[in-house]
């Protein structure tokens, strides 16, 4: 008997620093949803071979898969559990931020984590943000979205979130570096899905992408 969904699922992708991620908790909490941020995955995971020192590179791309299988990843309303440990406070560095896209590149990562996220979200009802929700995780999403904004608004925007921890400069390199890499990688690059909906959200408030969103929401929801 098939099991009755708790909703529909709504993709968010875009760029770094588009808002996806506040922009996509606001919609869930408007909803009654549950809110799944991808980014946070790819980032625990990286932290994970940091800590084990495994090096990043390609030469040792199989010890790192090997030891991602070691892995054991959980989210709690996106607090990100690896191992049974809080990792959320310190996915946010520099350092996680260097190597996060190289690892999201391999394949092996991304299936399982793709796998993961896909079982956290079966059951309807959420709101998910990344690269590859509304291509790979959800192919089937009733609403999907790409955010984005220019390059100059997301570095700002990125920079007042950071309160002054990183530089604007280092900001905007790291934001083109990891897009480039994100947008050109063979495995779930950063792409629009073809039923997705742009939303620019370059001149818009934070609140007003949101009620965008949650109207077309309500429409899909109620059709
Ligand atoms: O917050 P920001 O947009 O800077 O990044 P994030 O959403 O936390 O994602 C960090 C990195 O994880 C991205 O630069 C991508 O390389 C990777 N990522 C991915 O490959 N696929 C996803 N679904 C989500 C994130």
Redesign the pocket.
């Known amino acids: 008997m098939e099991q009755k969904r708790k909703g529909i699922i709504i993709a968010i992708d875009g760029p770094?620093?588009a808002g996806?991620?506040s922009v996509a908790s606001e919609v869930a909490q408007k909803l009654g949803y549950s809110h799944l941020?991808?980014?946070?995955m790819?980032?625990g995971a990286t932290y994970f071979l940091i800590k084990r020192n495994i090096p990043m590179e390609k030469e040792n791309e199989n010890q790192v898969l090997d030891e991602l299988k070691k892995m054991k990843i959980d989210m709690i309303d996106n607090r990100i559990l690896i191992n049974e440990e809080d990792t959320t406070p310190f996915i946010r560095t520099k350092e996680v931020e260097k190597f996060?896209?190289w690892v999201?590149s391999l394949p092996g990562v991304r299936k399982i984590l793709v796998q993961k996220q896909r079982e956290i979200a079966r059951e309807g009802g959420f709101v998910l943000d990344?690269?590859?929700?509304g291509t790979q995780v959800c192919p089937d999403a009733e609403l999907k979205i790409f955010l984005s904004a220019s390059p100059e608004i997301r570095v700002k925007r990125r920079y007042l979130q950071l309160k002054g921890k990183a530089e604007l400069d280092f900001i905007r390199k790291d934001l083109k570096r990891?897009d480039e890499?994100?947008k050109n990688r063979k495995a779930?690059p950063l792409q629009p899905a073809e039923d997705a909906i742009f939303l620019d959200s370059s001149h818009l408030t934070r609140k007003q992408v949101v009620e965008k969103i949650v109207r077309w929401a309500q429409e899909v929801i109620e059709n």
Do not use: L, N, P, Q
């Not at 941020?37 to 946070?40: I, N, Q, R």
């Open positions: 770094a620093g996806k991620s941020d991808t980014g946070s790819y980032r996060v896209s999201s990344g690269r590859d929700i990891r890499y994100d779930g």
